[in-house]
């Protein structure tokens, strides 16, 4: 326990001796761990956008504003008899405008200003999510495309599996990223260790002739890049949440809605911990490797 | 309590600093390591603290093999030994009171018994008002004051000390002496190198003489 108390307040003192050399670390490791945070918030939301996609199989069949009555209800009639069709429900002009002023409100008024309503009138189909009804889903989603009074087809299914292949990409990239920046701000904070373990070279000479115990004489040195690593993580978190809140409002929300996606969030708590303990960790690991022949 | 048997020290420009010497120094005895400059008084003094290890023969303090120690026994050791460098080897960045404290501070001692001896021992120095001073602020032999005080201040078995009287006025070294014959008297063995062969006589103990690292006779 004093041991802790020791190596915290020795640190601490070091740290504070050295901090134009600490800002420098404490910046890097901040950086690194800002990109890995902002990677982790886009990629957890996109995986939840997946889920809740994936939850609703659902293809949008939108008409023509031309069509005939007949055209719409042999369209109907179609989807009705595909087997993996679990509902249809039919979404007029009207309703479409009503929606998007609701999502997104700002906008609204540039669209009420024009004469006639751009927005297509549509049949909404649920669709069964089971791994058979993909063969069916394929032939449904071509032979509806081609049919008379259909303008288009979206049907998201083609979209997840973008955004799979997307988001599979971004984290190959993101994390290759952001390891790269975490090993170079580890070897920044092991530098700036090892700046203050030489500088007092004579120091740590002293200690081990008056018997102090190794880990008293190397503890601070690994604290200190522990708190390093710390102060860096909870600059990066800062800054992160921040960068999301301005963001939320004007841009982020928006977006999401538009996605059809419910909520966006920020990192969960547990992540949120976790990079606090990664930047402690990295600083904690770089301060042992740099004071090992302490 | 110390034992040396066919002891050789070897500086790696083959020079002799010990060369096989034998001797035993009793538990509670005050000794004198006397001889000229380079006679091997610090070194043997540094074989006992385990900064230096023996190339021949074998050294033991108090039944233990100093060179058997695992790395944690050999600090424990020195926990129990007082040392006063002749160069003094103060922290520069500790002031006097740190300094002293801080073996203390590594084992945990609470802080009012910490503030308690460091504030006893720089009295017995006369060192007790320039406790918040930092080295580089004291005259030569205040600073080795500080140097004795710390090695004092944890109740050692053992007290060995380099030229510790170097930077002192006569008087001054003499109520140092006084003062290592005090705590003497209370049963720690201590071991003292010097030149000063006037001191020898008034302080009236025993010295060993050492001559290109081999005994030379008792005093
Ligand atoms: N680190 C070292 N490397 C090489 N030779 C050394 C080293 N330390 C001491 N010596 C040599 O060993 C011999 C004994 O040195 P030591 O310091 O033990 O003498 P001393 O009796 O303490 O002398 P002094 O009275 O001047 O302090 C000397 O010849 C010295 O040059
Ligand atoms: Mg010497």
């Known amino acids: 326990m004093h041991l802790l108390r020791y190596t915290l307040d020795e640190a601490a003192m070091s740290l504070w001796r050295g901090r134009r050399s600490s800002l420098l670390s404490t910046a890097t490791i901040a950086i690194a761990l800002f990109v890995t945070g902002a990677f982790l918030v886009v990629t957890s939301n996109l995986e939840r956008l997946a889920q809740e996609w994936s939850g609703a199989a659902e293809m949008s069949v939108y008409l023509a504003d031309q069509v005939t009555g007949t055209d719409r209800a042999s369209i109907e009639r179609t989807l009705r008899a595909a087997p993996v069709v679990l509902d249809v429900q039919f979404v007029s002009k009207e309703q479409a405008l009503g929606r998007f002023r609701q999502t997104f409100p700002d906008l609204a008024g540039t669209l009420g200003s024009l004469d006639e309503n751009p927005l297509p009138a549509s049949l909404e189909v649920r669709l069964q999510s089971s791994a058979d009804a993909q063969q069916g889903i394929d032939a449904l989603v071509s032979s509806v495309r081609t049919m008379s009074g259909v303008s288009d087809v979206r049907y998201d299914k083609e979209w997840l599996d973008r955004l799979l292949r997307g988001l599979r990409v971004l984290r190959v990239v993101g994390f290759s990223l952001a390891g790269a920046l975490i090993l170079a701000a580890a070897l920044t904070i092991g530098n700036v260790v090892r700046l203050a373990l030489n500088a007092r070279h004579d120091e740590i000479e002293i200690m081990h002739l008056v018997g102090a115990p190794t880990t008293y004489v190397r503890g601070p040195f690994v604290m200190e890049g522990a708190l390093h690593g710390g102060l860096g993580a909870l600059v990066a978190l800062v800054a992160l949440a921040a960068t999301y809140a301005l963001l939320r409002t004007p841009f982020l929300v928006p977006l999401a809605s538009a996605l059809n996606l419910s909520t966006v969030r920020f990192l969960p708590a547990p992540v949120a911990l976790s990079l606090l303990a990664g930047g402690l960790g990295v600083g904690a690991l770089a301060g042992v490797i740099a004071s090992r022949r302490a | 309590?110390?034992?040396?048997?066919?002891?050789?020290?070897?500086?790696?420009?083959?020079?002799?600093?010990?060369?096989?010497?034998?001797?035993?120094?009793?538990?509670?005895?005050?000794?004198?390591?006397?001889?000229?400059?380079?006679?091997?008084?610090?070194?043997?003094?540094?074989?006992?603290?385990?900064?230096?290890?023996?190339?021949?023969?074998?050294?033991?303090?108090?039944?233990?093999?100093?060179?058997?120690?695992?790395?944690?026994?050999?600090?424990?050791?020195?926990?129990?030994?007082?040392?006063?460098?002749?160069?003094?080897?103060?922290?520069?960045?500790?002031?006097?009171?740190?300094?002293?404290?801080?073996?203390?501070?590594?084992?945990?001692?609470?802080?009012?018994?910490?503030?308690?001896?460091?504030?006893?021992?720089?009295?017995?120095?006369?060192l007790q008002h320039r406790m918040n001073a930092y080295p580089e602020e004291l005259s030569g032999g205040e600073q080795q004051r500080v140097a004795i005080a710390r090695a004092l201040v944890n109740d050692p078995h053992l007290i060995l000390a380099d030229e510790p009287t170097g930077n002192l006025d006569p008087d001054l070294a003499l109520d140092i002496m006084n003062l290592f014959r005090d705590i003497n008297a209370r049963g720690t063995t201590v071991l003292v190198a010097t030149h000063d062969r006037e001191m020898i006589r008034r302080v009236g103990r025993k010295a060993l003489t050492l001559e290109h690292g081999r005994l030379a006779g008792g005093a």
């Open chain 2, 1 to 126: 309590m110390i034992e040396a048997y066919h002891l050789s020290k070897v500086y790696s420009r083959g020079v002799y600093a010990l060369r096989d010497l034998t001797l035993k120094i009793e538990k509670g005895e005050f000794l004198f390591l006397t001889g000229p400059s380079g006679a091997g008084k610090s070194t043997l003094l540094r074989l006992l603290l385990c900064a230096e290890t023996p190339s021949e023969g074998q050294l033991k303090v108090g039944g233990r093999v100093l060179t058997d120690l695992s790395t944690s026994e050999m600090q424990a050791y020195r926990r129990t030994v007082g040392f006063v460098f002749q160069d003094f080897r103060l922290i520069p960045r500790f002031t006097v009171f740190q300094n002293v404290a801080f073996v203390m501070r590594v084992l945990g001692v609470d802080v009012p018994t910490q503030q308690r001896k460091t504030y006893q021992v720089l009295k017995w120095v006369g």
